[in-house]
């Protein structure tokens, strides 16, 4: 890190770089600001510092200006290969009369308060105001699911802010792939076109702030890809009240109740609703880089907070010593956690035999979910391909024959085609599902079995490390992933098509 900050520092007046290379507090440094006629101030996490001995001139600005990338339409620029910021103002005729140069860094760690909900492989939404570290958690939570997970993660960078300056991406995002934008205005054209030529299982994106961005991430969570983004706001009233963002969260509509209903409901006339499904499943409000609050199953807290009734997310802190301290509010959250696993044996098999992993593309969620409940069954959403028993898309995606569909139909999974995104369709083809899904499924079954003796085995080895199950299709590997988790080991998925198997390490 310290030799990044000098490649910062270095592009500086050569005044201004001697007093802030020696300086005693130069590794708290957050900012360096730049104004034409002013002393220059360098801003630090614990208070800032005017040097009035000097005034920025023009040819200040534009030696600074020789040593950074080129500035986009966006008015943002960097330093090849690094994560620091420069920004620019303007005059009336478009020339530069102040900077802001910006320290990026990549600190580890940031992921640890939130990286039991990222896992699930839902959908996240990470609110908070300009200078949080959103930016800093997004990368790490970018490198984490392409290493750690690995995950098929690309980032739509639109300001260089996640994976710094130039063609070749800063090492802190790991295997994640990035796709720059020309500017700010062709951000969702990116989102769309990462899912449609890069078969991403997670699209990272930073500052959701149009109503196209807000559209293009709603087409790619229903098309199954999982969605980590950010958006500027300190809290998930914000989000309600801008009429550009509440799309992320459903969009909200002014509905008149009739007399009776109004009485009934013990209400006014006119209440707010939420439309659709939120694009996102959960939302983490950043309050300081070692506090979040985070609220899971994020259509019910909308829709209580819409009704006027009391919410309360989960707070979470980690401590001077470093320990990860949750509040846990029981009353309000009903969500399950990733952890949470049957030891009856019964449960398990009723758990089972009940569940239908589906993967939609084109196809609406919410009404995937609606439809499950009104038929009685359960439907998870895959959130890739080898998870998935069975994959569902309309007739007019179905048309355009896209890679996706192409690679689709390379991996045997079955496809239904249904010929529109209507609840009456979706019923229809998950009463059909229902009918092909095994009613039971014994435990004691040779693939299950196996698992166990498998997990057993390697749990208990001092000398084995892994160990691999024979193929199974995806329906059986998702319930061989649920018995290493039982039993505290890591699994992973190798080979394609029929080959395809479980794989158990020892954590």
């Known amino acids: 890190m310290e030799k990044e900050l000098n490649l910062l520092i270095k592009i500086l007046p050569k005044y201004l770089y001697t007093i802030l290379s020696n300086h005693d507090n130069v590794q708290n440094l957050n900012e360096i600001v730049l104004d034409f006629g002013r002393p220059p101030e360098a801003r630090f996490s614990d208070g800032s510092e005017i040097f009035n001995d000097y005034e920025i001139s023009k040819e200040d600005l534009n ?20 994560l620091h910021r420069i920004s620019a ?10 900077l802001t140069l910006r320290v990026g860094r990549a600190i580890e760690g940031a992921i640890d308060i939130i990286r039991d909900i990222v896992q699930k492989g839902e959908s996240v939404l990470i609110l908070g105001p300009p200078g949080v570290g959103k930016t800093t958690m997004l ?15 690309i980032i739509v960078d639109t300001s260089n802010e996640i994976a710094g300056d130039g063609d070749i991406p800063h090492p802190a995002i790991g295997n994640a792939r990035r796709m720059q934008v020309n500017s700010p205005a062709m951000q969702h054209s990116v989102m769309i076109e990462a899912v449609e030529n890069h078969m991403p299982e997670v699209i990272v994106i930073d500052e959701i702030g149009t109503n196209a961005d807000a559209m293009a991430a709603r087409t790619i969570a229903e098309r199954g890809v999982q969605l980590i ?10 989000l309600i009240l801008n009429p550009t963002l509440s799309d992320l969260i459903g969009g909200i509509d002014a509905v008149t109740l009739g007399d009776d209903e109004a009485r009934r409901r013990k209400s006014q006339k006119t209440i707010l609703e939420r439309k659709a499904p939120p694009t996102f499943s959960s939302l983490v409000e950043i309050k300081g880089f070692n506090h979040v609050l985070i609220h899971e199953k994020l259509d019910l807290v909308v829709d209580r907070l819409l009704r006027g009734m009391p919410i309360k997310p989960d707070e979470r802190k980690i401590n001077n010593e470093g320990k990860l ?13 990733s952890n949470d696993y049957p030891s009856d044996v019964n449960k ?26 009104e038929i009685g069954i359960n439907v998870s959403i895959a959130q890739n391909l080898e998870d998935a028993e069975f994959i569902v898309t309309t007739k007019n995606f179905y048309k355009k024959r896209t890679k996706f569909l192409i690679e689709a139909h390379k991996s045997n999974i079955p496809l239904y085609v249904i010929r529109k995104n209507t609840l009456n369709q979706i019923v229809s083809l998950l009463s059909t599902l229902k009918k092909q899904s095994p009613q039971t499924l014994d435990l004691d079954d040779h693939p299950l079995k196996e698992a166990e003796g498998t997990a057993l085995e390697l749990s208990q080895s001092v000398n084995i490390s892994q160990l691999e199950l024979s193929p199974q299709s995806a329906y059986i590997r998702k319930i061989q992933h649920n018995i290493a988790e039982k039993y505290g080991l890591i699994s992973a998925s190798k080979d394609v098509g029929e080959s395809r198997r479980v794989v158990y390490f020892k954590n």
């Open 89 to 98: 103002i303007r005059n009336r005729e478009n020339e530069i009369i102040g």
């Open 325 to 337: 301290e949750v509040s846990e509010n029981k009353k309000y959250n009903n969500s399950v956690r």
């Open 63 to 82: 030696y600074v200006q020789k040593g950074v990338g080129k500035f986009m339409p966006d008015n943002r620029a960097g330093i090849q290969r690094t």
């Open 348 to 373: 398990r098999k009723e758990n089972i035999s009940k569940n239908i992993s589906i993967y939609p593309y084109g196809v609406n969620k919410g009404k995937l979910e609606t439809a499950s409940k």
């Open 139 to 153: 990368r790490e939570v970018a490198k984490f699911l392409a290493d750690n997970m690995n995950k098929r993660v």
């Open 229 to 238: 983004g950010t958006a500027h706001g300190n809290n998930l009233d914000n």
